[in-house]
Every structure is written in structure tokens, then in C-alpha cells.
């Protein structure tokens, strides 16, 4: 059974998604306040937290650079893109604007566990392609796919978040340490390079341009 804490100074809230995550046979622990939830970590390892921002004591920014190695979604009301970008490189996995579609969040939420799942084992898949990253190897529908140094962090960074538009900066920000070559310009033909040699092997384009924000795995 995987446990998830729930850090929310709403009692409604936190009820809310306790009885919700209760009927999808998580494991839910409770924290009220930012001090309430470091206390918590010390006890505890959940396999994921859901993370308001405004709390009493330590703010949800202060806990969220306590969490290392546990995938954490942000629940908050603040819905501006920068803020958004800045929780996300700052170690956020995800960042859901309250209020919230339940169906949502509980896909968001079992994403977020298969991926760690997947990060355990270093297999990554999304419908018919996959990567290993013990082996570094790509391959769909079976069929290797042989990419350069950028193209592989960009795909390992677009198949560990399936479905979820990321902006140019991010991808920057997280591919940097392995093509600290890449810039903002090169990035484009990079990700278009990528997308022709999956099309090469299925007809189907798997990356989609988000005008003006950025790609993400479809």
C-alpha cells in the first residue's frame, strides 16, 4: 500500500482528500502546518506528498527543499506561470491549481508513483516507446531508436513527465547538466530532430509544440 501525506492547514481539505485517497487504497498520513510536516519526514518516508504553499510556521517553499527523493505535488491557489516554474525547478514534481477536478489529481498523483516505480528500476515507457537508462537505449514499438546526447535528455525528461507541457526554460534547466551545450535556439531543432526519427519509425508524431510554452510526450 503506498502512503501519501497530505500538508494542508485546511481541515475541509485535508478531510476531503483523505477520504478520496482512502477510496483509491492509499495510505494517508496528515500534517497541518510546515513545522507539523518536517516532524512527519522524520518519522516517516511517504512515497508522495501533496504540498500547500501558504502554512503556518515553515511556508510549503521551506518544506519542499526538506524533500529529497520524494515526489511532491503542489496543491495551491497561486495559478501564475512563473511561480509555477520556479516550484518545479526548485523540486517539485507536479503543481495542481486549487480548486481541483478529483479525476485529475488522483491521475497526476499515479503518475507521480510510476514514475518513481519507474526511476527504481531506470525503465521508463509511455504507450509503445520505452527507455532504459541503464542501457541508454530508446526503442518503439520494439524498434531501437538511435539519438544523440541532447535528444536522449530530452526524451528522458519528457517521458518521466507523460502528458505535461514543459517550458523551453525548464527543459534547459534539467537537461543542462548532461548537453551544457544546449541553448534556447539549438533546443528547437533538438526537439525537431527528436520528433522526426520517432515519426520515422510508427507515422506518429509523439511530441507536441505548445505554441509559445513549450513540448511535451502525447
Given at each position: 500500500?503506498?502512503?501519501?501525506?497530505?500538508?494542508?492547514?485546511?481541515?475541509?481539505?485535508?478531510?476531503?482528500?483523505?477520504?478520496l485517497?482512502?477510496?483509491?487504497?492509499?495510505?494517508?498520513?496528515?500534517?497541518?502546518?510546515?513545522?507539523?510536516?518536517?516532524?512527519?519526514?522524520?518519522?516517516?518516508?511517504?512515497?508522495?506528498?501533496?504540498?500547500?504553499?501558504?502554512?503556518?510556521?515553515?511556508?510549503?517553499?521551506?518544506?519542499?527543499?526538506?524533500?529529497?527523493?520524494?515526489?511532491?505535488?503542489?496543491?495551491?491557489?497561486?495559478?501564475?506561470?512563473?511561480?509555477?516554474?520556479?516550484?518545479?525547478?526548485?523540486?517539485?514534481?507536479?503543481?495542481?491549481?486549487?480548486?481541483?477536478?478529483?479525476?485529475?489529481?488522483l491521475?497526476?498523483?499515479a503518475?507521480?508513483?510510476?514514475?518513481?516505480?519507474?526511476a527504481?528500476?531506470?525503465?521508463?515507457?509511455?504507450?509503445?516507446?520505452?527507455?532504459?537508462?541503464?542501457?541508454?537505449?530508446?526503442?518503439?514499438?520494439?524498434?531501437?531508436?538511435?539519438?544523440?546526447?541532447?535528444?536522449?535528455?530530452?526524451?528522458?525528461?519528457?517521458?518521466?513527465?507523460?502528458?505535461?507541457?514543459?517550458?523551453?526554460?525548464?527543459?534547459?534547466?534539467?537537461?543542462?547538466?548532461?548537453?551544457?551545450?544546449?541553448?534556447?535556439?539549438?533546443?528547437?531543432?533538438?526537439?525537431?530532430?527528436?520528433?522526426?526519427?520517432?515519426?520515422?519509425?510508427?507515422?506518429?508524431?509523439?511530441?507536441?509544440?505548445?505554441?509559445?510554452?513549450?513540448?511535451?510526450?502525447?
Amino acid at each position: 500500500m503506498k502512503t501519501i501525506a497530505v500538508i494542508d492547514d485546511d481541515p475541509h481539505i485535508g478531510n476531503l482528500l483523505e477520504e478520496l485517497l482512502g477510496r483509491e487504497g492509499y495510505r494517508t498520513l496528515r500534517a497541518y502546518s510546515g513545522t507539523e510536516a518536517l516532524l512527519l519526514l522524520e518519522r516517516e518516508r511517504p512515497d508522495l506528498l501533496l504540498l500547500d504553499l501558504m502554512l503556518p510556521g515553515l511556508s510549503g517553499e521551506e518544506v519542499l527543499k526538506k524533500t529529497a527523493g520524494i515526489p511532491v505535488i503542489v496543491l495551491s491557489a497561486k495559478a501564475d506561470i512563473p511561480g509555477k516554474v520556479e516550484l518545479l525547478l526548485g523540486g517539485a514534481a507536479d503543481y495542481v491549481t486549487k480548486p481541483f477536478d478529483s479525476r485529475e489529481l488522483l491521475a497526476r498523483i499515479a503518475v507521480q508513483l510510476r514514475n518513481a516505480s519507474a526511476a527504481a528500476s531506470g525503465l521508463f515507457t509511455f504507450g509503445a516507446l520505452t527507455l532504459d537508462t541503464e542501457s541508454r537505449t530508446v526503442s518503439l514499438e520494439g524498434t531501437p531508436v538511435r539519438l544523440t546526447r541532447t535528444e536522449y535528455a530530452v526524451l528522458k525528461l519528457l517521458i518521466q513527465n507523460p502528458g505535461q507541457v514543459l517550458t523551453r526554460s525548464l527543459l534547459l534547466e534539467r537537461i543542462s547538466p548532461d548537453t551544457p551545450d544546449c541553448t534556447e535556439s539549438s533546443l528547437k531543432i533538438h526537439v525537431s530532430n527528436l520528433r522526426k526519427k520517432l515519426k520515422q519509425v510508427d507515422g506518429t508524431d509523439h511530441i507536441e509544440a505548445v505554441w509559445g510554452i513549450g513540448f511535451r510526450l502525447v
